[in-house]
């Protein structure tokens, strides 16, 4: 049976067997203006490629050009030139290791998208949470007192827990198993 959370999670979307490989947070912002930040398609799955190594704001990303070019079966020329390109145009910052793979700062990309959502024009729609207030009680709500839970007294002991194990159970302390 499906809980109300888990309907609304990813696995409840998708499936738990997908689930199991892994999601990654993308905004929708850089989906919807895409054309907006000046992103081509390959760029874009580049981008998307690196999100997938971005676990924490501050956090490194350091998949090596050739786990890069793995996935969407590019080349590795390919690959480079959309990482120069990405970083051109402001989305991420290389810092080159000789010897070992480059690192990838992220957060420029989480920037272009804040300093974007204030100037465009075109936004996608907000992700909105309603509250509904109900003014009029519908006509199956009864008020009336038989319905109201009895208020115990402090005095009143009769509705106590340890007086309802005692009446259930014969003692005032849970039963063992």
């Known amino acids: 049976m499906k809980t109300e959370s888990n309907k609304y999670g990813f696995s409840g979307k998708w499936s738990p067997e997908i689930e199991q490989y892994g999601f990654t947070q993308v905004p929708n912002l850089l989906l919807s203006c895409q054309g907006h930040l000046g992103l081509k398609d390959g760029e874009l799955t580049t981008l998307l490629q690196l999100l997938t190594f971005w676990f924490e704001h501050d956090g490194k990303v350091y998949p090596s050009i050739v786990t890069l070019a793995r996935y969407p079966s590019k080349g590795y020329s390919t690959i480079q030139k959309r990482l120069k390109s990405l970083e051109e145009k402001g989305f991420i910052k290389r810092h080159r290791k000789l010897g070992s793979s480059n690192t990838y700062n992220m957060k420029l990309c989480a920037r272009q998208l804040y300093e974007h959502q204030k100037v465009c024009k075109d936004l996608p729609r907000r992700r909105s949470v309603s509250k509904v207030k109900v003014k009029y009680r519908p006509a199956s ?37």
């Open 141 to 177: 709500y009864t008020t009336s007192k038989q319905y109201e839970p009895k208020r115990l007294n402090s005095k009143d002991t009769k509705g106590t827990l340890s007086a309802i194990l005692a009446k259930k159970y014969g003692t005032s302390t849970w039963p063992t198993p």
